[in-house]
């Protein structure tokens, strides 16, 4: 996903890491945390950008969705950009 040139993958990659720590939560409750610190050190050195929050909040496909999320750390990169 990350290395693709299908789509404009920005905000659905943000998308992807929120969904896949949540099923990580449900599947593995007692051992989440570990997994969670394991995908958390890759994205905030690696993958994590203000631009992934943007490309989140302002696709309406992801936004419109019933299971949509907003946090702050979604709200502060999308206002780094205006």
Known sequence: MVDG????DMGYLYEA??????E???SLPR???KWWEIIDHRWE????HDLHAA??????RLM???NAHVDGEMLQGTL???
């Open 45 to 48: 050195n690696t993958l994590h």
């Open 24 to 26: 990580l939560w449900q």
């Open 17 to 22: 890491m929120d969904r896949t720590k949540m």
């Open 31 to 33: 051992d989440y945390k």
């Open 5 to 8: 040139d299908d789509k404009n």
């Open 64 to 66: 419109y969705a019933d």
């Open 55 to 60: 490309g989140y909040i302002l696709n309406p």
């Open 80 to 82: 780094s950009y205006v």
